[in-house]
């Protein structure tokens, strides 16, 4: 990539990460929410951060892995059980991460 | 009262509110180590310039729509997709300013613009919750919240150099896995959401849509499956909770 593109590139995700995170702080004073809006703009961060870890951890090579020699799996769902069954974040995180690369390493799957 | 409201207003009481929020961010900070390494590293494997990699890190700050674009980048994807990409995945920081905004309304404007620059997952997810346990009020809270975002920057941008410099010395860093760091930090923002139904089946939803939509291009897959997931839960709540009273509302939505 040369050195002007580079810069467009850079220049164009901050512009649009910036916006987004900013416009409703710019208007803060003015802005009013629909009800409505606000209510469904509660699911958002489950919906998006599912939609994003979920083919991560079930298609790790692009194609459905649900056996256990998949590491994504087993540190994933490691993960989960701890963060439904202790609401701890530092355990949820710990637990998962280490699942993941026991599984990876230690078991050599 | 009197003294305990003159000694909020003081530098030491703003540092011990700054302190508090960068405290409640250490589980995600812990998380975001190694993948900070892991952009830092991935970057100079795909042979991109190391200030490119810090520039990103420094200036756009947003820890997965920067690895969705190194992907993209690695692609030779066109700028235009990188960029719109980059709005898709980072649309739901939107709401955490939705969410925020009776909270920064009477805040200043040079300080709403450093909280929208570090608005993140990790920070909203570290301090949203301590207004409502009364940790913070509106007096406070932002200096939490401003806490919290010093200490994800400097250990983002840290770690992003460490990457980078680690990457070009052990070339084979990027096939560790370091991203399950992410993804367990994810894991462990959605779970303390899971406590009602529509939560459940927006995740459930969520997660089916986006390994059938997996094909899409350009990540369409994830903004439809984020779709599917907030309408699914928006509706199960509806119908769960406003039995009553939802047709009014129905109508009326169907006005706008």
Same mark, same amino acid.
């Given at each position: 990539m040369s050195f002007f593109e580079s810069v467009v590139v850079i220049t164009g995700m901050f512009l649009v990460t910036f916006g987004v995170r900013f416009v409703l702080f710019a208007r803060a004073h003015k802005v009013v929410m629909p009800e409505f809006v606000e209510k469904a703009l509660r699911f958002v961060p489950v919906a998006v951060l599912t939609a994003i870890i979920t083919p991560m951890i079930l298609?790790?090579?692009k194609t459905l892995d649900l056996s256990w020699h998949n590491p994504w799996l087993i540190g994933g769902v490691a993960a989960f059980t701890t963060g439904v069954w202790r609401q701890n974040q530092l355990l949820t995180i710990s637990v998962g991460v280490v699942a993941f690369f026991v599984a990876k390493y230690a078991l050599n799957f | 009262m009197r003294n305990e409201h003159e000694r909020k207003e003081t530098v030491e009481g703003s540092l011990f509110y700054m302190k508090r929020g960068a405290v409640a961010s250490i589980p995600m900070i812990i998380g975001g180590i190694p993948f900070g390494l892991l952009f830092g590293s991935l970057a100079s494997n795909y042979g991109l310039s190391p200030w490119f990699a810090i520039a990103m890190s420094s200036i756009v700050f947003a820890g997965s729509a920067q690895f969705v674009a190194l992907g993209l980048i690695a692609l030779h994807a066109p700028i235009w997709v990188i960029v719109s990409t980059t709005f898709i995945v980072n649309l739901r920081h939107l709401l955490y300013a939705a969410d925020l905004v009776k909270y920064v309304k009477h805040l200043p404007m040079s300080v709403r613009i450093v909280m929208g620059f570090g608005l993140v997952d990790e920070s909203y997810a570290a301090i949203r919750p301590m207004y409502g346990t009364g940790e913070?009020?509106?007096? #406070?809270g932002h200096k939490a919240f401003l806490g919290s975002f010093l200490a994800f920057y400097l250990m983002w941008n840290t770690t992003t150099v460490l990457g980078v410099l680690s990457g070009e010395l052990i070339?084979?860093?990027?096939?560790?896995?370091?991203e399950f760091a992410m993804v367990a930090t994810f894991i462990g923002i959605i #779970?303390?959401?899971?406590?009602?139904k529509p939560f459940w089946l927006c995740m459930l939803s969520a997660g089916v849509s986006s390994l059938i939509l997996?094909?899409?291009?350009?990540?369409l897959g994830l903004l439809l499956s984020a779709v599917i997931g907030v309408c699914v839960g928006y509706c199960v709540d509806v119908s769960l909770n406003a039995p009553i009273d939802s047709e009014t509302k129905d109508s009326k939505e169907v006005e706008l």
């Open positions: 298609m790790p090579t | 913070v009020n509106e007096k #406070t070339p084979g860093m990027s096939e560790w896995g370091l #779970t303390p959401y899971l406590k009602s997996f094909e899409l291009p350009n990540n």
